[in-house]
C-alpha cells in the first residue's frame, strides 16, 4: 500500500512539472522597487516621528535612526519585491493543480552573496550604534563644570528622585527639575520589580532594576515640561506611572533645590522637637513633617506628591485623585484608612492596587499622623 503511494507521488512529479515561465521581468521590478525605496525612506525621514530632541543626546540618536532607514528600506523593498513578484509569477494557473515547478538546486554563488552582505552590513550598523552610543554617554570634560547626579528610585507606581545635599546627603524630592545645558547621570535603582526611566524627548531609557543601579547621561538642552515614562510593564498602574520633568535655567534650579533643602532641614528640625517633646510638638511643626513627606516620602515610603494633586504642597501628580477636592470635611480617621488601608474603598472612577497598599508598615506611627495632621489642616484651609 504504501509503496503504492510513493511511487505514485514520484510519478505525478516527474510528469507533472509546469512549463517555464518564460523572461523574468527584471526591468519593471527595478523601476518598481527604485520608487518604493524612495517612497520608503521619504516617509521615514519627512514624517516628523519623534518629539522635540530636549537633550544633546538627541540628535545622535536621531541620526542613528536615520541612518538605519536608509540602509535597510532598500533591503527591505528588495526582498519584499522579489516574494511578491514570486508568488505572483509562479503562482498555480488553472490545468495546473498538482503540479509542481522545476527543481532548482542551490547556487553557492549566490547564498555567498546574499550571507556576507547582511553580515556585513549588520556589523557595520552595530559598531556604528555602539560607537555613537559610547560617545554619547561619554563623561563631560572638567571644563565644563560638574556633572549633576540624580538619583531616580522606581517603585510600584512612581518616581521619586534625589538631589546630592551641599553638605552631602540628599533632598528627596516627588517632581525631577533639571538645569538646562548641564550634565546630569541618573543612577536609577528599583525597590520592586523591574520599571525603565524613559523621557522620550530626552531620547535615552534605560531599565530600573531590583538589586542593581543603572544609569545614564543626558544633557538638557531646551526648557520646558516633558513626561517621564515607565517603559516596563510593571503591574496595574503601569500606565499611569507618569510624572513630569521640568527643565529650567541653572539659576532657577538652584532656587528650587534650595527652597526643597530648606523644606527638608526645618522639618528635620521639626522631627527631633517632636521626639523631644511628645506630644507638645506644635501643630506647625507637625504639619511641615507632614508636607515633606508628601512631597519626599522617606526613602522607602514613595512621595504622595507623585501621584496626586496638592496645591498646599505644589504637588502635582496624576495618577490619584486630586486631593485639593476631596478632603474637605473628612476625619482623621478617614485620612489614616485612605493611606493603610487604599483598597477598602476605591475612589469613583480609579483602579485598585494603583496607591501603594503598604504605607501601614513603611511610615512610622508619628510620620503618619504627621501626615494625617497635614492633610486635615491644608483641607480645612
Ligand atoms: C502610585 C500612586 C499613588 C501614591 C504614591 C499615593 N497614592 Fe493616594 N491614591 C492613588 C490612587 C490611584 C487612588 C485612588 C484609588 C484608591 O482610592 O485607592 C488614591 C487614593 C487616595 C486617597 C483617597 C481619595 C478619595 O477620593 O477617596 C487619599 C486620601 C490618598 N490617596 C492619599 C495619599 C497619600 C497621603 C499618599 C502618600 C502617603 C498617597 N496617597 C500616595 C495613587 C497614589
Ligand atoms: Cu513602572
Not at 506611572?241 to 521639626?270: C, E, I, P, S, Y
Request: proline share 5%; hydrophobic share 40%; net charge negative.
Amino acid at each position: 500500500m504504501a509503496e503504492e503511494t510513493m511511487s505514485e507521488e514520484v510519478a505525478d512529479g516527474q510528469s507533472g512539472n509546469r512549463p517555464e515561465r518564460g523572461r523574468i521581468h527584471v526591468f519593471p521590478l527595478m523601476v518598481i522597487g527604485l520608487v518604493a525605496t524612495a517612497l520608503g525612506i521619504a516617509l521615514g525621514l519627512l514624517i516628523d516621528w519623534f518629539p522635540v530632541q530636549a537633550s544633546t543626546q538627541a540628535e545622535d540618536v536621531d541620526t542613528v535612526y536615520h541612518v538605519l532607514i536608509i540602509t535597510s528600506v532598500p533591503f527591505f523593498v528588495l526582498v519584499t519585491t522579489i516574494v511578491l513578484y514570486c508568488v505572483w509569477q509562479f503562482r498555480e494557473r488553472p490545468g495546473e493543480e498538482g503540479t509542481d515547478g522545476p527543481n532548482v538546486h542551490g547556487n553557492t554563488g549566490l547564498e555567498i552573496v546574499w550571507t556576507t552582505i547582511p553580515a556585513l552590513l549588520l556589523i557595520a550598523l552595530c559598531t556604528y550604534a555602539y560607537i555613537t552610543l559610547r560617545d554619547i554617554e561619554e563623561a563631560p570634560a572638567a571644563a565644563d563644570g560638574p556633572e549633576l547626579v540624580v538619583d531616580v528610585t522606581g517603585q510600584q507606581f512612581a518616581w521619586t528622585f534625589g538631589y546630592p545635599k551641599v553638605e552631602g546627603g540628599e533632598v528627596k524630592a516627588a517632581q525631577l527639575v533639571l538645569p538646562v545645558g548641564r550634565s546630569v547621570k541618573f543612577d536609577v535603582r528599583s525597590l520592586d520589580v523591574i520599571h525603565d526611566f524613559w523621557v522620550p524627548e530626552f531620547r535615552m531609557k534605560i531599565d530600573a532594576v531590583p538589586g542593581i543601579t543603572t544609569s545614564y547621561r543626558v544633557t538638557p538642552n531646551r526648557p520646558g515640561e516633558y513626561s517621564i515614562v515607565c517603559a516596563e510593564l510593571c503591574g496595574v498602574g503601569h500606565a499611569l506611572m507618569r510624572q513630569k520633568v521640568t527643565v529650567v535655567t541653572q539659576a532657577r534650579f538652584d532656587a528650587w533645590l534650595k527652597r526643597k533643602q530648606a523644606g527638608g532641614m526645618a522639618a528635620g528640625g521639626g522631627a527631633a522637637a517632636g521626639e523631644g517633646g511628645g506630644d507638645e510638638a506644635g501643630a506647625g511643626d507637625q504639619a511641615a513633617i507632614g508636607k515633606t513627606l508628601f512631597n519626599e516620602g522617606n526613602g522607602e515610603a514613595t512621595a504622595c506628591a507623585a501621584c496626586h494633586v496638592l496645591s498646599d504642597a505644589g504637588a502635582t501628580g496624576a495618577a490619584g485623585p486630586n486631593l485639593d477636592d476631596v478632603l474637605d470635611g473628612w476625619t482623621t480617621e478617614q485620612i489614616t484608612e485612605a493611606i493603610v488601608d487604599p483598597n477598602k474603598d476605591i475612589a469613583e472612577g480609579y483602579t485598585e492596587g494603583i496607591m501603594p497598599a503598604n504605607y501601614g508598615d513603611t511610615l512610622t506611627e508619628p510620620e503618619l499622623e504627621a501626615l494625617t495632621a497635614y492633610l486635615e489642616e491644608t483641607a480645612a484651609k
